[in-house]
């Protein structure tokens, strides 16, 4: 007999208190958002510990570092990648589509980081939302 958490066992009803309690994989309860909330906070907050402790990781992760500096701009990106390359359809991309992705969006982050400071997107995005500095 299997818990009624397990993949298995199928969910309790979403009106039912339990159902908070569901600690399946990709239940979405309130208490998994703010679980998973809170292991990216403490991943987020160790990686930022070490890139400030230990200069040689913040060489190390700056390719990363230029990917998250434009996310916008990564993940549109990647959309209009998946769709000039007509995968859109397919159930799972393989495993060199998706090392192609993130080769050259790593790339393209590391190479533009070196001359802006901000990715194409968010500047644009900034730029459209100027306005709203002069709002009181």
């Known amino acids: 007999m299997s818990a009624w958490w397990s993949d298995t066992a199928g969910y309790p009803t979403g009106t039912t208190p339990a159902w908070l309690l569901a600690a399946s994989p990709h239940s979405e309860t309130t208490l998994s958002i703010v679980a998973n909330t ?6 987020l907050a160790a990686c930022l510990a070490a890139t400030d402790a230990f200069p040689y990781f913040r060489r190390l992760a700056a390719p990363v570092i230029a990917v998250g500096t434009m996310s916008l701009t990564a993940y549109v990106f990647h959309i209009v990648g998946i769709h000039v390359l007509g995968i859109e359809e397919l159930p799972g991309a393989p495993l060199h589509v998706l090392f192609a992705f993130v080769v050259a969006v790593t790339a393209f982050a590391t190479l533009w980081s070196r001359f802006f400071a901000r990715g ?15 709002v009181r």
């Open 120 to 134: 194409p997107l968010e500047w644009l995005l900034g730029q459209a939302t100027r306005v709203a500095e002069r």
């Open 38 to 43: 809170g292991v990216a906070i403490v991943v």
